[in-house]
């Protein structure tokens, strides 16, 4: 069983930066960022698929952070951090071999972190 373990929230101002890190125990196909705020759905940040490293983000967040994988870790750096960036971060992953990048999606991954806190304020 892969177990995925989380590192790196704070609290930062905007147009901080942060950079989260997740371990990865146990050999994936997609592992994506995904976070949440209270009442909202979780939402899909950036995925990686492990063995070609093609990435995809979401639209509120290109340009400003950038999905990594080497060996059993997964970063994400986070730069120019906004307020609305403030939010429970979770690293995810997929042992499925079709996985893909096309899409941000929850329910297309199985295994989940604790999640880790980022605030941005003011």
């Known amino acids: 069983q892969v177990q995925l373990t989380e590192s790196g929230g704070g609290s930062v101002q905007t147009g901080g930066s942060l950079r989260l890190s997740c371990l990865v125990d146990?050999?994936?196909?997609?592992l994506a960022w995904f976070r949440q705020t209270p009442g909202k759905e979780r939402e899909g940040v950036a995925i990686?698929?492990?063995?070609?490293?093609s990435r995809n983000y979401a639209d509120s967040v290109k340009d400003r952070f950038t999905i990594a994988q080497e060996k059993s870790m997964m970063y994400l750096q986070m730069r120019g951090l906004e307020v609305e960036d403030t939010a429970m971060y979770y690293c995810?992953?997929?042992?499925?071999?079709?996985?893909?990048?096309?899409?941000?999606?929850?329910?297309?991954?199985?295994?989940w972190g604790q999640g880790t806190q980022v605030t941005v304020s003011s």
């Open positions: 146990g050999y994936t196909f997609c």
């Open positions: 995810a992953a997929s042992r499925d071999w079709q996985c893909s990048v096309a899409t941000i999606d929850p329910d297309d991954f199985t295994i």
């Open positions: 990686i698929r492990t063995n070609g490293q």
